[in-house]
């Protein structure tokens, strides 16, 4: 955020939100002399300020006055996938990223378009994508918007016209990379990451100058083939941990989501994620903590050197990533004043360590575990439950599952109560061996039998499998490491949040709403329909003494293409848009469209039992991802049960193998599937199709 004084003397006083937290200040300082301050407050960071404390200032709306927030406008985005942006504010410019990284800019106080840009991202690559074709949001400085895309590219825009400044490729565009995280800018360096972990790649950061997009550095997270040599003594270092021929499946270790900077220390925070396949046994045969997996790692951002790092899981096998949001802040503990980056990463336990030195200072799981007991303080590592190891052998069902216990959704920390509002899982999943895997490069490669994880068919084991499915605001002591409040919703995958100085957090979710929490005690005190679900995290920023609330709302994500039409929400496809509140706002959503729907007749289902279990597993490994579990689809993408296409077996070809529909997302997948599969994938598909028309004939009943 930034404070700006009247244009006169408008360069005398500026003041960052991260300044201010670290000062432990919670507004600014006002001047005494009769310069009266312009009420413009940004939001001009990702996560608000370096320390990514997602906390604003504001204190004009209060649990006394919330009641009264109302729309002020918004802004339809067109698109029908997921909405996972972090809004910018700048000098009364709000901007706002879209599906396939499109990018708005819109008069902060109307919502009136100033201009729009479309990257033209080669959808071809939503097949490298494992979390739907999202991306979290655009960076800031020296007039400067920049942006990652899908297609592993770095733009950067002149702010006011959206004039392409420089365009360059941060990625290998012959791999699976992609790129889903919101750029970082540090002393005028953009840092970012990219994702594909699962599809074979190597992880690493780079850093480009923002004047002219050139590199300056760049940090990878695992080694390579030894024979190679390494980069630096981090890698040699790393390699150690590791055994096998891992480079073979790229190691993984992407850095695909959060960051952070303390400029009085000048570390660069970055999270690590899982390991490329996940199954430790295939990867690292023997073991091994395989740095830098499911690691914090502290670098120096000018030349992207090593300082240290913390690794929340070693030996990570269960994609329990630790690219989940960091926080800086300075908490008492036992009576001394630490700085610490605190964490919820995705293996269940909350984290709280010294982050000038990497020194665990404390660690309590925020949610049920079952993997490990607890984490030992003296060694910093879990102690860890021997049957988690799924490797070689019998299934786990493990708590929590990939989807973690905190996923990407960002968390918020109030200097205020002192609380970590977390937006917090439950989701179980079977772990278990795929005795039959083959990688394969650019396609999903975790060595699990994903089959295992499909829910249930059978009604009641279902009905027993959802009630374990749980979502909720958790309000986190990091002193104490223990709950203050929580707030349980109806299921998983709801909103990143915000934390506000007027005592007031805020959280969308799955149903579609965006509410209003007391920060100390967790009182629900306003909400707003939102048509579809908000899984982004609000902003806030101030106007003309006026606050806003701002949030991007969008169902999507990776729970929601996997499970979306299995465990729908009060959420509709299709109406992305950004929402902007004040208080005595009196805009409205237009109405929802009426929904009709006319469900063409599937083929009828003649295939054997073998047949359609083949094409079960085909379907598991290749398709779910994004059509979702038992072929049932959320609506962000097409439902395979009802596709014109399904009805013959030379329609499906010429979309399947022969990428027809490659433009439009949906590339070819001949390279993993042959002409037998394609009649095995068609044959189980339309067993679905003909089960949900049975089990709607009964229904009608």
């Not at 598991?620 to 959320?634: E, F, I, L, Q």
């Amino acid at each position: 955020m930034k404070f700006r004084a009247t244009p006169i003397i408008r360069g005398a006083i500026i003041f960052s939100l991260s300044s201010l937290l670290f000062l432990g200040c919670s507004n600014p300082p006002l001047s005494e002399t009769t310069t009266k301050l312009e009420p413009i407050i940004e939001w001009n960071k990702h996560g608000g300020g370096d320390s990514e404390q997602r906390f604003s200032p504001l204190k004009q709306i209060t649990p006394d006055n919330v009641t009264d927030l109302g729309l002020a406008w918004a802004f339809d985005l067109g698109v029908s996938r997921g909405i996972e942006s972090t809004p910018l504010v700048v000098d009364g410019i709000i901007y706002v990223t879209a599906t396939w990284n499109k990018i708005f800019a819109l008069d902060a106080r109307t919502g009136a378009l100033k201009w729009q840009f479309d990257p033209q991202v080669d959808r071809s690559k939503g097949a490298d994508l494992c979390c739907d074709a999202v991306n979290r949001g655009v960076a800031y400085a020296d007039g400067k918007i920049v942006i990652g895309t899908i297609d592993g590219r770095l733009i950067a825009l002149d702010a006011k016209t959206g004039v392409k400044a420089w365009d360059v490729i941060t990625i290998d565009q012959s791999k699976p990379y992609t790129i889903t995280g919101a750029p970082r800018i540090v002393n005028d360096k953009v840092i970012i990451g990219n994702g594909g972990a699962e599809y074979g790649v190597r992880g690493y950061v780079s850093a480009y100058d923002i004047s002219n997009g050139s590199m300056l550095w760049r940090f990878y997270t695992v080694p390579g083939n030894p024979a190679d040599g390494f980069e630096n003594a981090s890698m040699a270092k790393a390699a150690a941990t590791w055994n096998g021929e891992w480079w073979k499946f790229g190691g993984g270790g992407t850095a695909w989501d959060s960051m952070a900077y303390d400029p009085e220390l000048d570390l660069l925070y970055i999270g690590v994620g899982n390991g490329s396949p996940w199954n430790q046994s295939i990867r690292s045969p023997g073991g091994g903590d395989n740095l830098y997996l499911s690691s914090i790692v502290a670098l120096r951002p000018d030349t992207g050197e090593y300082v240290w790092h913390y690794q929340t899981t070693p030996g990570e096998s269960w994609d329990y990533t630790a690219t989940q949001h960091m926080i800086l802040a300075e908490l008492d503990i036992d009576g001394v004043p630490r700085k610490v980056i605190m964490q919820a990463p995705k293996n269940g336990f909350f984290y709280v360590i010294d982050r000038a030195t990497g020194e665990l200072l404390s660690a309590k799981n925020y949610v049920p575990v079952n993997w490990a007991s607890h984490i030992d303080l003296a060694t910093g590592r879990p102690v860890e439950n021997p049957e988690a190891r799924w490797g070689n052998k019998a299934p786990h069902t493990q708590f929590p599952g990939p989807f973690g216990g905190h996923n990407w959704h960002p968390m918020a920390f109030s200097p205020n109560t002192g609380l970590v509002y977390i937006p917090a899982l439950e989701t179980p999943f079977v772990y278990a061996n795929d005795e039959q895997f083959k990688y394969t490069e650019g396609r999903w490669n975790t060595g699990a039998n994903m089959t295992m994880t499909s829910l249930p068919t059978d009604k009641a084991t279902f009905k027993a499998v959802k009630a374990m499915l749980k979502g909720r605001l958790l309000a986190w002591d990091p002193v104490k490491q223990q709950a203050a409040w929580k707030i349980e919703h109806n299921g998983p995958w709801n909103g990143g949040v915000l934390a506000t100085a007027g005592g007031v957090v805020f959280q969308g979710n799955a149903d579609a709403k965006l509410v209003a929490y007391r920060a100390d005690n967790g009182e629900r005190l306003w909400d707003f329909f939102a048509q579809t679900g908000i899984v982004a995290p609000p902003i806030s920023y101030e106007l003309d003494d006026e606050q806003y609330i701002a949030v991007a709302s969008g169902w999507g994500g990776t729970f929601a293409l996997l499970y979306g039409g299995l465990l729908p929400q009060e959420s509709t496809a299709g109406v992305g848009r950004l929402m902007v509140f004040k208080l005595g706002g009196k805009s409205k959503l237009p109405a929802l469209p009426d929904s009709v729907s006319r469900k063409p007749t599937p083929p009828e289902s003649t295939a054997d039992a073998a047949t359609i279990a083949k094409g079960n597993k085909i379907y598991d490994n290749n398709c779910g991802v994004c059509h979702g579990d038992h072929a049932a689809s959320s609506g962000l993408v097409p439902d395979l049960r009802w596709t014109p296409y399904l009805g013959s077996y030379e329609a499906m070809e010429m979309v399947v193998l022969k990428g027809m529909l490659s433009a439009r997302g949906m590339p070819s997948f001949n390279n993993v599937i042959n002409k037998q599969d394609l009649h095995a994938l068609r044959a189980y598909i339309i067993s679905n199709a003909q089960e949900s028309l049975k089990e709607g004939a009964k229904l009608k009943r």
